[in-house]
């Protein structure tokens, strides 16, 4: 019980030196929702596209490391059936 009331004091005093309260947190945890879950989304779409390997490749790395890479695949890349 100590031990929980401890990690609990040590985690609140760490997010009030960072200057984080709930509003902030609530607000960094919408813009992780907004950005990750289409990612991820995008990236089981890709998996399980018809695309030939290589493309997929590109299409998880564009992705991954540009931002709203996933709303570009979503806009140009997805496969026509």
């Known amino acids: 019980m100590f031990h ?18 709930g509003q902030e947190l ?13 990612q991820i989304i995008t990236i089981v779409h890709i998996v399980r596209s ?14 991954l490391f540009i931002p709203f ?3 570009v695949y979503f806009l140009a890349g997805q496969p026509r059936e």
């Open 50 to 63: 018809t695309l030939e390997n290589n493309l997929k490749l590109i299409w998880v790395l564009v992705t």
């Open 4 to 21: 929980n009331l401890l990690l609990q004091k040590h985690a609140y005093s760490m997010l009030c030196y960072l200057g984080l309260g």
């Open 69 to 71: 890479g996933w709303l």
């Open 26 to 38: 609530i607000l960094i945890f919408l813009i992780l929702g907004i950005t990750i879950i289409p």
